[in-house]
């Protein structure tokens, strides 16, 4: 390190190396063998923690056998945004089709008491400037989010489009009338000239491997599938009510536990809450949007605010500075106040290791806010991070830490025994003790490491019976992410699958959007009857791609990291290379932009 960054390390107060060892310490605890392979899909044995709590009954329909244009399978954002794009193009004949009971995606599994978006609602909302609708508050809960969803499919008129509560089964490509073929749980046969997937990627519930899950006769549920008749309150009332005479076990500290952990120990009995790895907790900083600020915005706003959002998160502020002030910019911020007091500008290794400092500064901050609320020094101990910012998607709340002051509410640390160690009939064992409880609720994840098939449940069949598993078992590739060669008239709207990397997950989907719904609106406009990438862009794309540094950041600081879904669990070497774009959302953004300008579908291959 230079004399000036030296200076700068101690100004901060920051001993980087007594960090780092400590980092490697807590690592080391938690790393296990097993990695990725130590979780069980939901799916496995366990289909009835799957159900959807959100409909009644069951509802009749004759089997579809018509054909569309456009058939998307998926109705959160992804699929939402392709459709409109697709409407904004003109193309009315589409259609939706969706296992969940309504639109919504992520936000209508996730209707946990508390959920929240973690990224500000004016950049993660979608289409707010078509709906001309600004959200309530700076971060959204998820009733107003499935709001917007709502507000959407009207808008651009797709819920007479939509067929919910239908499971599709398989997809495949007919060459001889160059259709898609598509068939569902429900007798359907549908034909569509184009076939958009929108996968999503949080639906997909995980559980530990612990023994013993099946045996527990308690109530079981996944934070992803609520059940609000067992504990009261509802999707818009988190006065969870009948927890008064329970005692309950939270498994997990991640993202979702950090937003229900405060109104399950508001309502529960006793409430205990397992924890592997602690989570970072910084400050939410929510508010009312003000209201002269929301009446001052101009039409092309909310494009503006995720361009700059974006691009201040990759150290590139654009001519307006750093719109969004939160804890997501804060290192960039951070960087930025100490480079204008560095003349001559830093080395590309004196700015790799300013940036280090101001996280491990961050990191910092965040022990300290433990340190200021919570009072039982033992529990106190055990809820600090002791990793670097970025190793696990940080979370930002109020309520979660001083939830540990609570009489009723007990941290069970399990971080020795990597993990529960079992289950039982009656309750959950760690370190050695049972704790009796009435409930568990698994906070535990998503499976978002599956093959695309395992996380869809159907497989996409392209030409010569070619199934997209088979396409990519020796790695993927696509043309511009959005494409298969073999496989056409088909597109995807799958974030992190070869496109940037961005925090705001909403505005990469967006992206893909208007590409899959310009390259659809105008091979049906140029009546084209089969479109698909040719081999040498494909190629040429996924090379690109490939020779990226991984999207979770560069694979030498993931491997330092504590393990998480963001590094294989602690095992970054093994994980399967998807490829990333080498830029921001902006840059591909203008990228593609560019390739649309020019009108001539460089790359496609055209069939009459
Ligand atoms: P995560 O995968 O982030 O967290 C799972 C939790 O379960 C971790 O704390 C994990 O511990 C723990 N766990 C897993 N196995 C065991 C075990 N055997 N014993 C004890 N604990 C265990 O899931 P989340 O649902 O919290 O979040 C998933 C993603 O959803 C987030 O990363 C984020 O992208 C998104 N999200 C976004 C929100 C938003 O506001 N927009 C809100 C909520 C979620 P360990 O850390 O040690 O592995």
Same mark, same amino acid.
């Given at each position: 390190?230079?004399?000036?960054?030296?200076?700068?390390?101690?100004?901060?107060?920051?001993?980087?190396?007594?960090?780092?060892?400590?980092?490697?310490?807590?690592?080391?605890?938690?790393?296990?063998?097993?990695?990725?392979?130590?979780?069980?899909?939901?799916?496995?044995?366990?289909?009835?923690?799957?159900?959807?709590?959100?409909?009644?009954?069951?509802? @009749?329909? @004759?089997?579809?056998?018509?054909?569309?244009?456009?058939?998307?399978?998926?109705?959160?954002?992804?699929?939402?945004?392709?459709?409109?794009?697709?409407?904004?193009?003109?193309?009315?004949?589409?259609?939706?089709?969706?296992?969940?009971?309504?639109?919504?995606?992520?936000?209508?599994?996730?209707?946990?008491?508390?959920?929240?978006?973690?990224?500000?609602?004016?950049?993660?909302?979608?289409?707010?400037?078509?709906?001309?609708?600004?959200?309530?508050?700076?971060?959204?809960?998820?009733?107003?989010?499935?709001?917007?969803?709502?507000?959407?499919?009207?808008?651009?008129?797709?819920?007479?489009?939509?067929?919910?509560?239908?499971?599709?089964?398989?997809?495949?490509?007919?060459?001889?009338?160059?259709?898609?073929?598509?068939?569902?749980?429900?007798?359907?046969?549908?034909?569509?000239?184009?076939?958009?997937?929108?996968?999503?990627?949080?639906?997909?519930?995980?559980?530990?491997?612990?023994?013993?899950?099946?045996?527990?006769?308690?109530?079981?549920?996944?934070?992803?599938?609520?059940?609000?008749?067992?504990?009261?309150?509802?999707?818009?009332?988190?006065?969870?009510?009948?927890?008064?005479?329970?005692?309950?076990?939270?498994?997990?500290?991640?993202?979702?536990?950090?937003?229900?952990?405060?109104?399950?120990?508001?309502?529960?009995?006793?409430?205990?809450?397992?924890?592997?790895?602690?989570?970072?907790?910084?400050?939410?900083?929510?508010?009312?949007?003000?209201?002269?600020?929301?009446?001052?915005?101009?039409?092309?706003?909310?494009?503006?605010?995720?361009?700059?959002?974006?691009?201040?998160?990759?150290?590139?502020?654009?001519?307006?500075?750093?719109?969004?002030?939160?804890?997501?910019?804060?290192?960039?911020?951070?960087?930025?106040?100490?480079?204008?007091?560095?003349?001559?500008?830093?080395?590309?290794?004196?700015?790799?290791?300013?940036?280090?400092?101001?996280?491990?500064? !961050?990191?910092?901050?965040?022990?300290?806010?433990?340190?200021?609320?919570?009072?039982?020094? @033992?529990?106190?101990?055990?809820?600090?991070?002791?990793?670097?910012?970025?190793?696990?998607?940080?979370?930002?709340?109020?309520?979660?830490?001083?939830?540990?002051?609570?009489?009723?509410?007990?941290?069970?640390?399990?971080?020795?025994?990597?993990?529960?160690?079992?289950?039982?009939?009656?309750?959950?064992?760690?370190?050695?003790?049972?704790?009796?409880?009435?409930?568990?609720? !698994?906070?535990?994840?998503?499976?978002?490491?599956?093959?695309?098939?395992?996380?869809?449940?159907?497989?996409?069949?392209?030409?010569?019976?070619?199934?997209?598993?088979?396409?990519?078992?020796?790695? !993927?590739?696509?043309?511009?992410?959005?494409?298969?060669?073999?496989?056409?008239?088909?597109?995807?709207?799958?974030?992190?699958?070869?496109?940037?990397?961005?925090?705001?997950?909403?505005?990469?989907?967006?992206?893909?959007?208007?590409?899959?719904?310009?390259?659809?609106?105008?091979?049906?406009?140029?009546?084209?009857?089969?479109?698909?990438?040719?081999?040498?862009?494909?190629?040429?794309?996924?090379?690109?791609?490939?020779?990226?540094?991984?999207?979770?950041?560069?694979?030498?600081?993931?491997?330092?990291?504590?393990?998480?879904?963001?590094?294989?669990?602690?095992?970054?070497?093994?994980?399967?290379?998807?490829?990333?774009?080498?830029?921001?959302?902006?840059?591909?953004?203008?990228?593609?932009?560019?390739?649309?300008?020019?009108?001539?579908?460089?790359?496609?291959?055209?069939?009459?």
């Amino acid at each position: 390190m230079s004399d000036r960054i030296q200076a700068i390390a101690e100004q901060l107060g920051i001993d980087r190396e007594a960090l780092n060892a400590r980092f490697q310490e807590e690592r080391q605890k938690r790393l296990r063998s097993d990695h990725s392979d130590q979780y069980r899909r939901a799916a496995e044995g366990f289909d009835h923690l799957l159900a959807d709590p959100f409909v009644d009954g069951e509802v @009749e329909r @004759e089997p579809l056998t018509d054909e569309i244009d456009v058939l998307i399978i998926g109705a959160g954002f992804g699929g939402m945004l392709c459709a409109a794009r697709l409407r904004e193009q003109g193309v009315a004949s589409l259609r939706i089709v969706e296992e969940a009971g309504d639109f919504g995606g992520t936000w209508y599994w996730n209707r946990y008491p508390g959920a929240q978006c973690d990224i500000e609602s004016y950049c993660y909302l979608p289409l707010l400037d078509e709906l001309g609708y600004t959200p309530k508050e700076r971060y959204s809960y998820a009733n107003e989010i499935f709001d917007v969803a709502q507000k959407i499919a009207e808008n651009f008129d797709l819920r007479a489009s939509a067929c919910f509560r239908t499971r599709v089964e398989q997809v495949q490509w007919d060459e001889d009338c160059a259709r898609w073929i598509v068939t569902t749980n429900r007798g359907d046969e549908m034909r569509a000239r184009f076939v958009i997937t929108a996968p999503g990627s949080l639906h997909r519930a995980k559980l530990p491997g612990a023994p013993g899950l099946e045996d527990f006769k308690g109530k079981v549920f996944h934070t992803s599938r609520w059940d609000y008749d067992y504990t009261g309150g509802s999707t818009s009332d988190t006065n969870l009510d009948r927890l008064g005479d329970k005692k309950v076990a939270v498994i997990g500290t991640g993202c979702t536990a950090i937003q229900c952990v405060p109104y399950v120990a508001a309502s529960a009995e006793h409430l205990y809450v397992f924890q592997r790895t602690p989570a970072s907790v910084a400050e939410r900083q929510n508010a009312p949007t003000n209201p002269e600020w929301a009446a001052s915005l101009q039409p092309g706003w909310q494009e503006q605010r995720r361009r700059n959002f974006d691009a201040a998160m990759t150290f590139q502020p654009d001519e307006n500075g750093i719109l969004v002030q939160d804890g997501w910019t804060s290192q960039v911020r951070g960087v930025f106040e100490f480079l204008s007091e560095l003349d001559p500008p830093p080395s590309a290794e004196e700015f790799a290791a300013l940036t280090d400092l101001v996280d491990l500064k !961050y990191t910092d901050d965040v022990r300290k806010r433990v340190d200021e609320t919570v009072t039982d020094p @033992e529990t106190r101990e055990k809820l600090k991070a002791w990793y670097r910012q970025f190793c696990k998607r940080p979370t930002f709340n109020d309520e979660y830490l001083p939830t540990f002051n609570r009489p009723n509410v007990t941290l069970i640390d399990t971080s020795e025994s990597q993990g529960i160690e079992c289950v039982t009939e009656t309750g959950i064992v760690a370190g050695g003790v049972e704790y009796e409880v009435d409930c568990i609720i !698994y906070a535990t994840g998503f499976d978002l490491t599956g093959s695309m098939k395992q996380r869809t449940g159907y497989d996409i069949i392209g030409e010569n019976g070619l199934t997209l598993s088979d396409a990519w078992a020796n790695g !993927y590739r696509t043309f511009q992410a959005v494409s298969v060669r073999n496989f056409p008239n088909y597109f995807m709207a799958a974030f992190g699958l070869q496109t940037p990397f961005s925090v705001n997950i909403t505005a990469v989907l967006d992206d893909l959007a208007r590409h899959i719904a310009y390259v659809t609106a105008t091979a049906l406009k140029r009546n084209i009857k089969k479109i698909q990438p040719c081999e040498q862009a494909e190629a040429e794309w996924t090379e690109m791609v490939m020779s990226t540094p991984s999207m979770m950041g560069a694979a030498d600081f993931q491997a330092q990291c504590t393990p998480s879904y963001y590094n294989n669990e602690g095992d970054p070497a093994s994980s399967v290379q998807v490829g990333v774009f080498p830029g921001n959302c902006n840059d591909f953004n203008a990228f593609l932009g560019k390739w649309r300008d020019a009108g001539d579908l460089a790359g496609m291959e055209i069939g009459q």
